[in-house]
Structures are given as C-alpha cells and as structure tokens.
C-alpha cells in the first residue's frame, strides 16, 4: 500500500513513533471518540513496511468503533500497531520490556483520548507493564486490580455467535453444535477456548495453526490438525478464524467449503467484495466486530461500567440476539450481513448519542 493511502484516512488522530534502538514501530488510531474516550487492543507483530502497520492500526480502529456501537458499550474505537522487528518469538524479554515502555509512553501522551488492552501478542502480565507508566490500561492482572484477560470471555460470545448461526441456519434440522464439523484457525487465547467450548458442546474439531506447541495441546485433545494450506479448501459447517485477519478475500470466498464463517479475528473478510461472494454462494457470515464483542463486553463492563460477573455474561449471551437481528436485517433488506451489523451498529450508536445529548441538556 502507498503512503498517501494508508494516511489518506478517515479517522479522528494518529500517533506514529519510531525506536532506532530496537528496530520497532508504533502507530496508534483513534477512528472515533463520538460515544466516549477510544478503546481498542495493542497487537503486536511483524509487518512488512510501516505503511501496512498504519493501515491495520486504521482498519482495525474503524471496528472497535462499531464493536462499541453495536455491543451498546459508550465508548469510542481505537487500536494500537506495534511494528516488530521479527516474529514475536524471536525478541528477548529484555527488548520487549523496552517496546512496552515506550508504547506506554505514547499512551500517556494521548492523555485518556486512548485506552488500550489485551489483542493478538499481547497479554495481561504485558497490560501490567503498561500500567507501570499510564493508567489508560483495561486488561491488567486480576490480582493488581484489573479484569484479567479478555480472551475467555471473547472465546464465549464467538461461541453464542456460533449457536445463534446454527439456528439460523438449521444446520440439517438441527439447532446446537452437536454433531457439527467446526475448524479452528488459531488456537491461542481465545481460539483454544473457543475449541473446547465447541468440543463439549458436541462439535467434531479441526484445528490449525502455525505453532508446533499448540498443535501438540491439540492432538492431545483428540482434535484433527489441518495443515495451514488446505483450510480454505477443508469441508466443514463453521470455520472459524481466531488468527489475523484479512484471511478471506474474494478468491478464498468463492473457494471456500464451510457453510458458515463465524470467528474472533478482526476484519475476517479482506475487502466488500469478499462478503458479497459469501453471499451469493449461500455462506453465512456472522459479522467479527459483532461475534468477538466479547472481550470489549468483558473489559469495558467490568473497568468501567461497574458490572459483576453475571452482568458481563448476561450481556455476552446477548450477542447471539444480536447477530439474529442482523441477520434478519440481510434478509429483510437483501444485503450482505456485514452491511447488516453495520446499519445496526449506527442505530445503536445513534441511539447512544441522542441520549448522551439528552443527559447533558
Ligand atoms: P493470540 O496471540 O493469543 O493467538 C493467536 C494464535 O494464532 C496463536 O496461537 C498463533 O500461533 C496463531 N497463528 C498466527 N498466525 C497463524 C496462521 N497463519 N495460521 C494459523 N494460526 C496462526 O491472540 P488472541 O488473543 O487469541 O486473538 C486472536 C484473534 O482474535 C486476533 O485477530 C485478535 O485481534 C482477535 N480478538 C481477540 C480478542 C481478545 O480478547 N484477545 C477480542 C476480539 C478479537
Ligand atoms: N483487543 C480486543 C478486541 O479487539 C479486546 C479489547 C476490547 C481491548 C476493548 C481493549 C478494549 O476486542
């Protein structure tokens, strides 16, 4: 991607900083603090030039805003991009240390405009770090007060979204997973959740991913490895991808064999067009900014809005309610369901905003 198009954005701020000392990059995005302070992971990883980690910052900013939106959650969309030298597993703790320092600088020097927490690489014992230098930090370590990882709880609602599209898909009369073929792509915090909830739940598993250690916690579960090649092409009734993003453009989309696409990942699909052809061959998408909603219900409920446990599962559950709504919204209005959640998730934002206005009148 060219440099004019990667700031060519339509987003509220931009912080980009360079560290000379340890090769690393950081790009943080506020998409937008219409409903309240920005909020949004810090995901480490290599990219392969600056402009791509502005990109991501920036897609990726643009869901958490409608994450917020269309979970009822009064906050805004925000993420951070950091830019590693090399793969996550090949830097040393004592550099690490350095990158988390200096990112908990830039944070601070946002002042609260952006909150930040746990995504792909990152961790709670890493929020802690953070937390040392400023205190936008949600996802901290439940014994140094914080609500702990978001992953589990993410791994939950990504599971509420997975019943919900098997009743709207009558998946062979039938209304559970049970008896269902689902692929998991990704099995770190939140996919080797996901994996084992669907497994109880009755589901035969097929996994992949790009780490041997993982595989082997698999193999151990009895669950089926796929090699990373041969997912798109892989028969089965839900795939879900808890990796990057990005893993379904129009090419994957029409080759595809899953009859539904329900995941954790951040911006799943590659590009509108992507969704359309998801579409046109009968394969049901439930939108990521509204099944993964999970860990922001988690985080944001808990660290700010007071909530119990009980309280974040309830709203949790309701993920499912939601995504049938947008799912009668695509059929009613004969559009894909990414362009469904995102007419809901302006409702609801919409809603959000009359009554803030309202407040403070
Ligand atoms: P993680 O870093 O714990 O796990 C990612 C896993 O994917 C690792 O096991 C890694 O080895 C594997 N992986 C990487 N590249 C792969 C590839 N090409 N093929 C197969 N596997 C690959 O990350 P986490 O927290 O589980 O997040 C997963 C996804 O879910 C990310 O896209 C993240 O943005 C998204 N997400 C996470 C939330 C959270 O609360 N942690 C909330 C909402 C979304
Ligand atoms: N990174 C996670 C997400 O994409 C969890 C998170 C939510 C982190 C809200 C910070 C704020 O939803």
Redesign the pocket.
Known sequence: MAIDDALRWNGELTLTRHDPHTGASFVIRVDSTRLGQA?????AAHYDSVTDALDDAGR?AG??TL??AVSNLP?GGG?SVIALPAPRPAIDDKTWTRILRLHADNIERLNGAY??????NTTSADMDTLYDTTEFV??RSVDLGGAGS?AIN?ACGVFEAMKATAVHRRFGGRNTLDGLTVLVQGLGAVGSHLAMLAAEAGARLLVCDVDADRLDWAHGLGFTVVASAHVPTTPCDIFAPCALGGVIDSVAARELRAAAVVGAA?NILADDRAGSVLRERDITYAPDFVA?????L???GREVLGWNTDTVEQHTKAIGDTLTEVYSISDTEQITTDAAARILARRRADAMASAITAEVS
């Open positions: 909020a949004g992971g810090t995901r990726l869901a958490m994450k917020m906050m993420k909150w930040t927490g746990p995504d792909l949600f996802g978001s993410t951040n993964n909603a999970g860990g922001a988690h985080l944001v």
